[in-house]
């Protein structure tokens, strides 16, 4: 057990770092952002930043040397580097790291337990694209395998010319088959090292552009209807990981049960709702789960609650979110508006 007084350590320096470290603040720890961007909403809020590059052995070792417990807020941070954190606890552990960083070594991870995924297909060339659309045929979604997010790195595939000519990243890639789909939802979990697991509500998730626009619980009863088959995968993928912290597992409602899409290891956009509508947050348990605490209770703390994101010039509109009551806004401090940027996010409690 780690106790408050001491250092968290969080790499990255986004919005789930700093929420994260809002979170660990409430009790009573210190944070230390390690980021190789200067401009950190993350470090603003923690009491340590440490602005280095990813291959910067010595400041990833002097940063680890600060730390009692390292955590991580978005998947992508480099897996090799690591190993100048030397004995630095991470959690959860690389090997959650290097499984997410890669939707083809994910997929075929998550097959290996038992779960249903997209039809999928390595893809190395344009060679092999035309294999993969032959074998799953089309429509279809190209993606990279490593790095994209929000719907970047994609290329929608609807008939095997548009295929034709398509100039390939050089990279490797994955194509989908799609998936008909009645609703999309999110498995939220958080596991104790010693295989305590807790779940929250499962949200209904929409999109927009790629983007989560809103997430809603209680989820439609179609969903809710296949949340104890994904609940069951979710446990088992945690427990092959020896995973330590939040988790989170999206997956299509489909009318042969759920379909799994992706996996974050960390925090996540769909479960900001559990700030206001959940007794703990995803936030506090997973800094509970990481220092060795007790986890906090799930529950949901109103009848409903539905979480939109704030994206792009959508943040400006908060004069007209704050004028109305029950609305908890959460805005992240970026600079720039930039379209589909993730700017903030607003809560609204159903309390009857």
């Known amino acids: 057990m780690i106790p408050p007084g001491e250092t968290i350590g969080i790499l990255g320096g986004g919005q789930l770092g700093r ?42 070792a002097a940063f680890a040397a600060d730390c009692a417990v390292i955590t991580y807020e978005f998947e992508n941070v480099p897996v090799a580097p ?28 998550v097959h290996g337990l038992g779960g249903r995924p997209a039809p999928f297909a390595a893809v190395d060339d344009a060679a092999g694209l035309a294999a993969a659309i032959a074998t799953l045929g089309t429509p279809g979604i190209l993606k990279t395998r490593r790095d994209g997010y929000d719907g970047k790195g994609q290329w929608r595939i609807m008939t095997p010319a548009a ?17 008909t789909f009645r609703a999309e939802f999110s498995v939220i979990l958080c596991r104790a090292a010693d295989g305590d697991i807790r779940f929250w ?33 979710a446990a088992r993928v945690a427990a092959a990981l020896d995973y330590v912290g939040v988790l989170t597992l999206e997956f299509f409602a489909t009318a042969d049960g759920p379909v799994f899409n992706e996996m974050a290891p ?23 789960a990481i220092c060795g605490l007790p ?31 029950a609305n908890h806004l959460h805005l992240y401090g ?11 996010h607003v809560t609204r409690l159903m309390l009857d």
């Open 295 to 325: 986890l906090g209770d799930t529950r949901l703390a109103a009848a409903g609650v539905v979480m939109d994101n704030l994206i792009g010039d959508a943040a400006h509109d908060w004069p007209a979110l704050l004028a109305d009551p």
């Open 19 to 60: 929420m994260l470290a809002m979170a660990a603040a409430q009790l009573g720890y210190r944070c230390h952002v390690y980021a190789p961007e200067a401009d950190s909403i993350a470090a603003e809020v923690c009491g340590g930043f440490t602005c280095a590059g990813w291959d910067d052995a010595a400041a990833l």
């Open 201 to 233: 509500d499962s949200p209904e998730n929409a999109h927009a552009g790629g983007i989560l626009a809103r997430s809603t619980v209680p989820a439609a009863p179609l969903v809710q209807a296949e949340v104890a088959a994904a609940r069951a995968l």
């Open 266 to 288: 960390r925090v996540h956009n769909s479960g900001h709702w559990t700030i206001e509508g959940a007794i703990t947050s995803q936030f506090e348990n997973h800094i509970r």
């Open 163 to 179: 295929a034709d000519g398509l100039d390939l990243p050089d990279q490797p890639l994955i194509y989908e088959g799609f998936v």
């Open 82 to 109: 690591l190993a100048a954190l030397g004995e630095a606890l991470l959690l959860p552990n690389r090997r959650a790291l290097e499984v997410a960083q890669d939707r083809l070594a994910e997929k075929t991870f």
């Open 334 to 344: 970026k600079a720039a508006a930039r379209p589909g940027r993730k700017m903030g």
